[in-house]
């Protein structure tokens, strides 16, 4: 079993559309990350998350440390939001585990 | 401010040759980062430096290896490349003294190595 597991694996939705990508890990960790990586590689650091609550524009992230569980919120899902979403925790030997990625396709 | 830059951006080797890679982080970044993907294990990590010291490695075989300079920049080279390393490798500088004060990581576009 991964560390560190993100549900769905792909995600196709609407243009307009209130959309969910979910991390589950299994170890202790100092923070919890989320990236945007889009198509040719590059990456995107969008939140880092210890505890509560975050959020960026659309963007809202969500930790609770004592089900191990974090969710990435998009409000109204624009096409530019078309990337995949990885999450990443560091834990407490300063080791950094990621998700295999939820890969989000937003159509117009 | 220039972001992270990757050199060489695309590089295609055989099996057992031997590859450097070239990372140059973000101006006043001390800490690099280096990670391995491929599609069949998304992102791992490799190692990560600051101030010319390996700070933290991952679980990678002895034929990967890196070193950081004194200004910062930091190359990875592997040795006897085998088909399995194909993959976009990709660094990324922080001012975060480590990985667990991941504050913020700004990554460079990858060096996609193909082995054939």
């Known amino acids: 079993k991964n560390e560190v597991e993100q549900s769905p694996q792909n995600l196709t939705a609407q243009e307009g559309e209130f959309i969910t990508i979910n991390c589950s890990y299994s170890v202790g960790i100092s923070a919890l990350h989320w990236l945007q990586q889009h198509p040719g590689g590059g990456i995107v650091s969008l939140f880092m998350?210890?505890?509560g609550k975050k959020k960026h524009g659309r963007l809202i992230a969500t930790i609770n440390i004592q089900e191990k569980h974090s969710s990435l919120h998009i409000t109204a899902s624009h096409p530019r939001d078309s990337a995949v979403y990885i999450c990443a925790v560091g834990n407490r030997d300063d080791k950094i585990i990621f998700g295999k990625g939820t890969r989000l396709h937003i159509l117009p | 401010k220039a972001g992270v830059t990757q050199t060489p951006r695309y590089l295609i080797k055989t099996r057992g040759q031997q590859v450097t890679l070239s990372c140059s982080p973000i101006?006043?970044?001390?800490?690099v980062s280096w990670y391995q993907q491929t599609p069949g294990q998304g992102l791992q990590f490799l190692f990560e430096y600051f101030s010319e010291t390996q700070r933290n490695k991952g679980n990678f075989p002895g034929r990967f290896s890196g070193r950081q300079f004194s200004n910062s920049r930091s190359e990875m080279n592997v040795s006897t490349l085998e088909l399995g390393d194909s993959a976009l490798y990709l660094c990324a500088s922080s001012t975060a003294l480590r990985a667990r004060e991941f504050n913020e990581q700004f990554f460079g576009p990858g060096t996609r190595l193909t082995v054939l």
């Open positions: 998350l210890s505890s």
């Open positions: 101006s006043g970044h001390r800490s």
